[in-house]
């Protein structure tokens, strides 16, 4: 991991240390998508690949997911599974082979926390691989390339630590649900690879993801309302600038979580309808462009907000809203 890297993720951090603290202090309200919107900007990409190290022992590490998944199936209340063999999993999520990542290590571990075979102890340990700079923000700087995995594939996981957590285990503190969600919002800001299904290498889907990650932390006790409303316009922010055409049922799903969090108070709704406005007083003036980008955030936008009107419970202010504007999309 170079010092550059380092430097760029540390600076994002930072920054939406100081827009998370002025939110909650009150001195900021409307203006965050457009702070967050600054903060997008100001990253320094890279034009040149690195290469993307794969382990090369995909035998192996298929040998042992059958051996663990067979221990579960001998007796899933008594198995346990070593530190070693977490490791080994984790260092193969990285994998472009779909049998090994999807199929293979996700599907295994969402077993492995659903019969709540990790130890508490393992629970917080594979959190921290899972947030740190090589997985969370691997290759993240550079143009397209097979890292893509290795960072969707932390974030997905991160969310099932988070409800596994949050239904079992309750060892996570609030200092470090807040930890995860400024890395989480962090990568939503510097992360451009959008992809949904790759081609014989399986699914990036890495907004996907990051809402899954949203949807947990929404459910937490431990963290206030300021930091849900910062995290929604952070996904709204990195969903509305995605250069790639998010048609794998990302608009739906991002509608979906959020109808949970606006029926949770109407401060969430009052600022989500802020949000649309700043969104549509964006477009008065533009001018389309000659390029897949643009057309790509254009068609995004409109099937977000048509997935947004086919929810039942969707409130008023919000229906209204679209109503008026609806012959824009």
């Known amino acids: 991991m170079g010092e550059y890297l380092?430097?760029?993720?540390?600076?994002?951090?930072?920054?939406?240390?100081?827009?998370?603290?002025?939110?909650?202090?009150?001195?900021?309200?409307?203006?965050?998508?457009?702070?967050?919107?600054?903060?997008?900007?100001?990253?320094?990409?890279?034009?040149?690949?690195t290469h993307v190290i794969v382990p090369d022992d995909e035998s192996q590490?298929?040998?042992?997911?059958?051996?663990?998944?067979?221990?579960?199936?001998?007796?899933?209340?008594?198995?346990?599974?070593?530190?070693?063999?977490?490791?080994?999993?984790?260092?193969?999520?990285?994998s472009p082979n779909t049998k090994i990542r999807d199929k293979g290590i996700f599907n295994l571990f969402n077993r492995l926390l659903r019969k709540y075979v990790l130890t508490a102890e393992q629970v917080v340990w594979v959190k921290d691989r899972l947030i740190s700079d090589d997985y969370l923000f691997a290759h993240i700087l550079e143009p397209e390339n097979d890292g893509i995995f290795l960072r969707s594939f932390s974030v997905m996981f991160?969310?099932?630590?988070?409800?596994?957590?949050?239904?079992?285990?309750?060892?996570?503190?609030?200092?470090?649900?807040?930890?995860?969600?400024?890395?989480?919002?962090?990568?939503?800001?510097?992360?451009?690879?959008?992809?949904?299904?790759?081609?014989?290498?399986?699914?990036?889907?890495?907004?996907t993801h990051i809402i899954n990650v949203w949807s947990e932390l929404n459910e937490t006790q431990e963290l206030q309302r300021a930091d849900k409303l910062l995290m929604m316009a952070v996904l709204i922010q990195a969903y509305r600038f995605s250069d790639n055409a998010l048609a794998y049922g990302e608009d739906s799903h991002l509608a979906n979580v959020l109808m949970v969090l606006l029926k949770k108070n109407q401060l969430y709704t009052d600022y989500f309808?802020?949000?649309?406005?700043?969104?549509?007083?964006?477009?008065?003036?533009?001018?389309?462009?000659?390029?897949?980008?643009?057309?790509?955030?254009?068609?995004?936008?409109?099937?977000?907000?048509?997935?947004?009107?086919?929810?039942?419970?969707?409130?008023?202010?919000?229906?209204?809203?679209?109503?008026?504007?609806?012959?824009?999309?």
């Open 273 to 329: 309808l802020a949000v649309l406005q700043d969104w549509q007083k964006s477009l008065l003036n533009i001018v389309p462009e000659d390029s897949i980008a643009f057309w790509n955030r254009w068609y995004n936008r409109n099937r977000f907000l048509q997935s947004l009107m086919l929810q039942p419970e969707l409130p008023t202010e919000i229906d209204d809203y679209l109503r008026k504007i609806s012959d824009l999309f």
């Open 6 to 49: 380092l430097k760029e993720v540390q600076t994002v951090v930072t920054q939406l240390i100081d827009v998370r603290m002025a939110l909650r202090q009150g001195t900021i309200y409307q203006s965050v998508p457009e702070k967050i919107l600054t903060i997008m900007d100001n990253v320094a990409y890279k034009s040149r690949r």
């Open 61 to 94: 590490i298929m040998t042992l997911l059958e051996t663990i998944n067979q221990r579960l199936n001998q007796d899933d209340k008594k198995a346990t599974v070593t530190d070693l063999e977490l490791d080994q999993l984790l260092q193969h999520i990285v």
């Open 158 to 207: 991160l969310a099932g630590i988070l409800y596994a957590n949050r239904t079992h285990y309750h060892v996570l503190t609030e200092a470090e649900l807040v930890a995860i969600e400024l890395r989480v919002m962090a990568y939503a800001i510097i992360e451009l690879d959008s992809r949904g299904y790759v081609a014989d290498k399986g699914w990036a889907h890495a907004l």
